[in-house]
């Protein structure tokens, strides 16, 4: 029942605290510490060690999301992506292998932030009562999947999170040595809920398998490639998937594989902010691409050479380019479909930087595609950070709609799903593609009727993690596709220029005194602070700007856009 169970957590959490805690008060400290914690897109995320509690608290609420799913297994991963090797996280994957859904995000920072032991029951009983999980018949066994990445934290913050799973009563696959990636987690949650085959072998397998066949027969695009895995544990991991670019004649060498500073002066998020090569990493030759993983390799932005008059060591290949070269040869694959498919709707989402303003629903039809199966609808979706040379190319040069949505990968997710098949990106480099069960139920009879045009996509989905952005999923299919499209290299690294731009934050009392409508394009209040910033977009040209508010610090942020980077400057 109900209250057997949360007396269990209840007990079992003061035993913790008891043992974790070195004096009364230092537990005292703790305990404040959670009270005003915030669950985002990244889960909790703070100094490693400070999360002992966090972590405990987690694992008894991964395992109560397992037992509120019928006993669909959950995840958590203990990782903090891009930030320092100080910092540790706590992140639920939920029974879809997505992240946890929106709305169990307030009843994670309720069990976290409870003080005691009391407190903690209540909470749990308010969450079982109100997503009416019935233990009438006997509680529902949970199972709760677990992995960490390298920091030096990680081992105890995941015994900690086996320490709750067990208290709520749910089995535990993982331990304090289960090294993954965080995209790996996620992918492992999917198939052992679809009833697949669901180890890390598996995933290796299918990669292989997948990218092997799509780059059959195919010139190798890239003839040499540095992958910088910024110290993380996709060093680790990278190894097991390259067989088949190797094989293909690209030859790879990997960079920063764990000698150095987790995240330091490498990564993805180094490369992407910084516009400078991550240590280790030498300047690039012709027909030469570099790539930079994130430390748990969620993330992958590209690079290749400067040019000359750029002033830089490197021209950045971020999450926007990546979805419009991925875009651009989705495109052509559905319209080689020819008549084995209906009209495609082709729509484009973006989030509130995207520059343009909102059309709606996609509604362009690509013209003689013919055939009996209806409309397939195709959505590409960026972040709030999409450069708006992107958007100009998305719309322009493959006459596909944008469509915006707010600023978050969990809202990019959630808006893909409305589409048969979508690709969406952050220009941090964090991005996937989905392909609806139906759009792959009908590629699976087009390809039996022989369309190799059906069996390319069905290959595609296969390197594709259709849970999360992943950056050896992303690596592989980038490399795939630039091996299928004419110019390579050169014509993906010459799709646009970027636009110059700039962000800036301000630090507010409040900011939630700025309210935003629009996908967070526009404010309503206060009312005369948008009239001002649109005075300001009229005196600059191909300007936009906006301001939002962050959804973890009380700052606002700002992004402006020009001709030139001082325009933009100055706008900012």
């Avoid at 800036?504 to 009392?509: I, T």
């Avoid at 967070?520 to 301001?547: H, I, N």
Wanted: with cysteine; hydrophobic share 40%.
């Amino acid at each position: 029942m109900a209250q057997d169970l949360a007396r269990r957590c209840g007990a079992a959490d003061e035993a913790f605290f008891r043992e974790a805690m070195a004096s009364p008060a230092a537990a005292e400290t703790e305990r404040e510490s959670r009270r005003r914690l915030s669950y985002g897109t990244a889960g909790f995320r703070r100094k490693g060690s400070k999360l002992i509690g966090v972590a405990f608290r987690c694992g008894m609420l991964a395992a109560v999301r397992s037992i509120a799913l019928q006993g669909r297994a959950t995840g958590l991963v203990v990782t903090a992506s891009h930030n320092p090797v100080e910092d540790n996280g706590v992140k639920l994957v939920d029974g879809d292998g997505g992240m946890l859904h929106m709305s169990w995000e307030k009843h994670a920072e309720a069990i976290v932030s409870a003080q005691n032991a009391v407190d903690l029951e209540q909470a749990l009983l308010r969450i079982l009562a109100k997503e009416e999980v019935n233990l009438m018949g006997g509680e529902r066994a949970g199972t709760v999947l677990l992995a960490l990445d390298t920091r030096p934290t990680g081992p105890r913050l995941v015994s900690a999170a086996m320490a709750g799973i067990r208290a709520a009563g749910a089995a535990v696959v993982g331990s304090e040595d289960t090294l993954r990636t965080t995209p790996q987690l996620h992918w492992q949650v999917l198939a052992t809920n679809a009833g697949g085959p669901c180890e890390e072998k598996d995933y290796y397998d299918k990669l292989n398998r997948a990218c092997s066949s799509l780059l059959l027969g195919q010139d190798a695009a890239v003839s040499s490639l540095v992958v910088d895995c910024a110290n993380g544990v996709g060093a680790l991991k990278l190894p097991s998937v390259l067989p088949a670019v190797t094989a293909s004649g690209t030859a790879v060498t990997l960079a920063n594989t764990g000698g150095g500073t987790l995240n330091s002066l490498c990564g993805a998020d180094f490369v992407q902010k910084e516009r400078r090569l991550p240590m280790c990493v030498g300047a690039l030759a012709g027909g030469q691409l570099g790539a930079s993983f994130d430390g748990d390799a969620d993330r992958i932005v590209f690079f290749v050479g400067g040019s000359e008059s750029g002033g830089s060591d490197l021209d950045l290949l971020d999450g926007d380019k990546i979805l419009c070269l991925l875009a651009g040869h989705l495109k052509r694959c559905v319209e080689g479909l020819g008549g084995s498919f209906g009209p495609v709707a082709f729509g484009c989402i973006q989030t509130a930087y995207a520059p343009l303003p909102p059309r709606g629903a996609p509604e362009a039809l690509v013209e003689g595609l013919g055939g009996s199966f209806g409309p397939v609808a195709f959505g590409c979706i960026q972040t709030a950070y999409a450069n708006g040379s992107s958007t100009r190319y998305l719309e322009q040069g493959l006459g596909l709609e944008v469509v915006k949505t707010k600023t978050g990968v969990k809202h990019l997710h959630a808006a893909a799903l409305a589409f048969d098949l979508s690709v969406y990106f952050e220009a941090n480099g964090h991005g996937t593609m989905l392909f609806s069960p139906d759009f792959l139920r009908r590629l699976r009879e087009a390809k039996g009727s022989g369309s190799e045009w059906a069996g390319h996509l069905l290959e595609i989905s296969n390197v594709v993690n259709p849970a999360i952005g992943d950056a050896l999923s992303v690596l592989l299919l980038v490399l795939a596709v630039l091996s299928h499209e004419a110019g390579g290299l050169d014509t993906w690294r010459g799709l646009y220029a970027d636009a110059p731009s700039r962000m800036l934050k301000c630090v507010v009392p409040d900011r939630s005194a700025i309210k935003t409508t629009n996908a967070e394009q526009r404010m309503t209040q206060p009312a005369a602070l948008q009239a001002k910033v649109d005075d300001l977009v009229a005196g600059a040209e191909l300007a936009r700007a906006f301001v939002r508010p962050s959804g973890t610090e009380d700052v606002v942020r700002i992004y402006a856009e020009a001709r030139t980077q001082e325009q933009a400057d100055q706008l900012a």
